[in-house]
């Protein structure tokens, strides 16, 4: 019903679960610096403290905050900062 899942020497942690829709995540971040693959496309929405991303292709970090989501697309992969600690709601699609 539930997958927890830790990255990052336990840094990030998150629980996966089935929604309607599809698979989702929520998780938190420690401060630091962190990169992630897709497998499917993310909607990642911040729900507290913030993150700056980098997206496949760019070389510019964008700042998300509470209540702020991003999409990245499937087999790629992007970079998140969080400048404090930070929660997030992850739906793959």
């Given at each position: 019903m539930f997958n927890v899942n830790e990255y990052f020497d336990g840094n990030v942690k998150s629980l996966g679960f089935n929604t309607s829709e599809g698979n989702a995540s929520i998780g938190v971040m420690a401060t630091g610096e962190y990169e992630f693959g897709t497998d499917t496309v993310e909607f990642m929405t911040?729900?507290?403290?913030?993150?700056a991303v980098q997206l496949p292709g760019s070389d510019q970090w964008k700042d998300f905050e509470q209540g702020e989501t991003f999409t990245v697309d499937a087999k790629v992969k992007f970079t998140v900062k969080a400048e404090e600690p930070t929660s997030y709601l992850c739906l793959y699609r």
């Open positions: 911040v729900t507290s403290g913030k993150l």
